[in-house]
């Protein structure tokens, strides 16, 4: 069964120091989203991607945040200077095949635990 | 702004039946889903209904959606050991893609 692969399952990193998380969506999934969730939090959304361009963000999704597509597979999540606070588990989801572009089933990866000493 | 909700815990007896409810506020929900996490698992996605329907069942699980009290419950027949995992509800409101999750409900499933 397709299944949406994230890299690495776990990073740390120093306060300050970019990091780049990785996704491969499902292929044929046209909508792609990034959600995180800090410890003993609620799942919160972060972007909505689609089209090559940022659907929907929410307000933690500032300008210390990007997002990119850079070959057509991957799909990717960076973080310019981390905070401590950004120590999160941060999931990758996508949906909408190309039959089916309403993207209701969002099916999410494993995720990444981001850990920022 | 859009808020979801739901109990933090439910213990029940392996063969049991267990219900987990959610309660969310915005009347343009569109679509409303159940999410089961695992321990260090990601989400995996259960089942949703579409807010026109008040009921939906797929083999153990039971989904009913009474619109008007914008509450929603999960029914999970015989419940087994392997059911153990928090339940998290989301939903979708008609303008948008993103979800809006509740905090988890925590389901022990004792022997």
């Known amino acids: 069964e397709p299944e949406v692969t994230q890299t690495p399952s776990h990073q740390v990193t120093q306060m300050g120091q970019e990091v780049i998380l990785r996704c491969v969506p499902i292929?044929?999934?046209?909508?792609f989203y990034w959600y995180r969730q800090i410890l003993g939090q609620k799942v919160e959304f972060l972007v909505s991607?689609?089209?090559?361009?940022?659907?929907?963000k929410s307000e933690i999704f500032d300008d210390q945040f990007s997002v990119e597509r850079p070959d057509g597979s991957n799909f990717t999540l960076k973080i310019r200077s981390t905070k401590l606070e950004d120590s999160a588990m941060y999931f990758c989801?996508?949906?909408?095949?190309?039959?089916?572009?309403?993207?209701?089933?969002?099916?999410f990866g494993q995720g990444t635990r981001l850990t920022v000493v | 702004g859009e808020d979801v909700e739901q109990s933090l815990f439910l213990s029940v007896r392996e063969g049991d039946s267990s219900v987990i409810n959610c309660t969310y506020t915005?009347?343009?929900?569109?679509?409303l889903y159940w999410y089961k996490q695992e321990p260090g698992a990601g989400l995996q996605l259960l089942t949703y209904?579409?807010?026109?329907?008040d009921m939906k069942q797929d083999q153990r699980l039971t989904v009913l959606l009474n619109k008007k009290d914008k509450h929603l419950s999960l029914r999970i027949a015989d419940t087994q050991t392997g059911d153990s995992a928090i339940y998290f509800c989301?939903?979708?409101?008609?303008?948008?893609?993103?979800?809006?999750f509740g905090s988890g409900t925590r389901l022990l499933v004792r022997p």
């Open positions: 989801a996508s949906s909408g095949r190309r039959t089916q572009p309403s993207g209701t089933e969002a099916f």
């Open positions: 292929s044929n999934h046209l909508y």
């Open positions: 991607f689609y089209n090559n361009e940022i659907s929907e």
């Open positions: 915005d009347s343009s929900s569109t679509y």
């Open positions: 209904i579409f807010s026109n329907m």
């Open positions: 989301a939903d979708r409101m008609d303008s948008s893609y993103k979800l809006i």
